[in-house]
């Protein structure tokens, strides 16, 4: 049996309000350019968050780009891996 559904009035609600966040979030790591490289190895995925402009100017060969903008949020699953 899936999870219980909310009720149609109460989605609205919870889409327009976001979800609650439980504790603080997590610093994000600084990584270096062997960071990167050993993230990829391992099968890992760089996502160019930058204005498309600039992607298509330069970038690592691989990445993919998904412009940092409001609809960003709704990006994610990208095949069967979450993107975190």
Not at 29 to 51: E, K, M, S, Y
Not at 71 to 81: K, P, R, T, V
Request: charge should be positive; aromatic fraction near 8%.
């Amino acid at each position: 049996m899936g999870p219980k559904c909310l009720p149609r009035r109460e989605l609205r609600a919870v889409n327009r309000s976001g979800p609650q966040v439980y504790g603080a979030f997590p610093a994000l790591l600084t990584l270096d350019v062997a960071g990167v490289r050993r993230l990829i190895d391992d099968d890992g995925v760089v996502i160019d968050v930058r204005p498309i402009e600039r992607f298509a100017a330069g970038h690592i060969p691989g990445a993919l780009s998904i412009e940092l903008r409001p609809q960003f949020a709704s990006w994610n699953l990208i095949g069967s891996y979450w993107i975190l």
